[in-house]
């Protein structure tokens, strides 16, 4: 195991359990009581050097193996996870403020998306294919085409789901024959260590994965444009996601980004059915998840009845610490608190209407709710991954279609109407990656594909799709 009494944990480098060689550390403190949570090695560029050359090594032999057998180990993972999902859902609890209920959801979560992952990679064959099949051609010739491993994927994953969507990275790689370079979040690295723990302890080959803690500013670009690296899976900031492309010259990429997801509101909705959704897909784990509805666009006739039923569910919201299951919980860090109250103070200067909110203990802001907010406001635009959620009228379908796609994101949107038929026509003029149909928008089920356009991503994720991400095609001709 890793963890010893003194709170430092080891990290997975060159198939051992072991601390940096300069026993440098890095602190994590609970974003709720700014306790310690413990310390994790801070790597340096050198010692991840070798210890990724033993990483990729490793991966020839397991490329070797079945995917029966490796198989098995990741069914015996998910089995681990189960049995430990208190212990890694209090982990995640104290690292990233999330309540303890939807913590332990996450590992559940991710035992049943290890487990189906299992079962499609066993479903994934080649093609056989004639040469007479195109003109010229001639059947003495067979294609054999197989799905070969693209080597050692680096995982780079986000503090929001620790466990989740790290194991959604891992998990494809590992069982379709690939090595693996872990970048956790450093809030939430002890979480992602506990899952890699319960991953060796089903019988992973330890020199399969190389556990990459430490701080990015460090080892982040070193990562990125490593020789060894034939792939990056990526989950966090926009920014940071362009970083990564411009540093990543021919590596396939996968990027999973920010989103300003708009929930469009039709006059002929089911009003509580659409404030229930909205409030569920805007307030859940404090507006940390780049699904979450972020703007309301509503048409006159229905805004001012709307905004009440929202409002009334707003205040029902229990607010306060993660370890006593509340709904809203303090922000990651008090950066991202000052940044959420910045855009919640722009739209009040220019004459946004606080409708509830706009409460702040340090890092915990309580769920606010902005009317009468204009397109020159910045909540309008900026991604606040926080909870706070602008309404903005509009005086037809047309101009919500106008707002929602002059957003630079395009990961997901809502529509609310009874008119299915009203519903997939703008559901066409929408540009995102997934349109949800009265309904908040949110990831899953896991094995939808998951993608978002413009600068919400690159790739498409989902369990038979971050199969296929991971391989490539490796064909055989036979000359008969």
Known sequence: MSTTTNEMIKTLLNGEWNVSESNATVDIYSPSNKELVGSVPSLSQEELNTSI?????????????????????????????????????TAIMKEVAKNKKSSVSEVERTVDYIRHTVEDAYRLNGEVKRGDG????????????EKAPLG?????????????????????????????????????????????EALIDAGLPKE??????????????????????????????????RHIAQLSSMVPLVLELGGKDPAIVLEDADLDKA??????????????????????LVQDEV???????????????SVGMPEDNKDVTPLIDNKSADYVQSLIDDAKDQGAKVVSGDTREG????????????????????????????????????????????????LQASIFTKNID?????????????????????????????????????GVQGIRESLLSVVRDKVTVINM
């Open 53 to 89: 050359e033993t990483t990729s090594k490793a991966q020839i032999a397991w490329a070797e193996r079945s995917v029966q057998e490796r198989g098995e180990i990741l069914n015996k993972w998910a089995d681990l996870l189960e049995e430990r999902k208190e212990e890694i859902g």
């Open 275 to 296: 404030a229930k959704e909205i409030v569920a897909g805007a307030y859940s784990y404090s507006g940390q998840r780049c699904t979450a509805i972020k703007r309301v």
């Open 134 to 145: 195109f003109k010229g051609g001639s059947r003495s010739k067979v294609g054999l085409a």
């Open 303 to 317: 805004a001012d009845e709307l905004v009440d039923r929202i409002a009334h569910k707003v205040k029902s919201l």
């Open 152 to 196: 050692t994927i680096l995982a780079i994953g986000p503090f929001n789901y620790p466990v989740n969507l790290s194991a959604s990275k891992i998990a494809p790689a590992l069982v379709q024959g690939n090595s693996v370079v872990f970048k956790p979040a450093t809030q939430g690295a002890i979480s992602g260590i506990k899952m890699v």
């Open 208 to 241: 399969l994965v190389t556990v990459a803690t430490g701080r990015g500013s460090v080892i982040g670009d070193f990562l990125v444009q490593h020789p060894k690296v034939d792939m990056i899976s990526f989950t966090g900031g926009t920014s940071t996601g």
């Open 363 to 410: 890092n915990l802001l309580h769920p606010t709710l902005l009317d009468n907010v204009t397109t020159d406001m910045r909540v309008a635009w900026e991604e606040p991954f926080g909870p706070v959620l602008p309404i903005i009228r509009v005086s037809s379908q047309s101009e919500a279609i106008q707002i929602a796609n002059e957003s630079e994101y395009g």
């Open 422 to 458: 009203n519903a997939m026509s703008i559901a066409d003029k929408l540009e995102v990656g997934t349109v949800q149909l009265n309904g908040k928008t949110s990831r899953g089920p896991d094995h939808f594909p998951f993608l978002g356009v413009k600068a919400s991503g690159l």
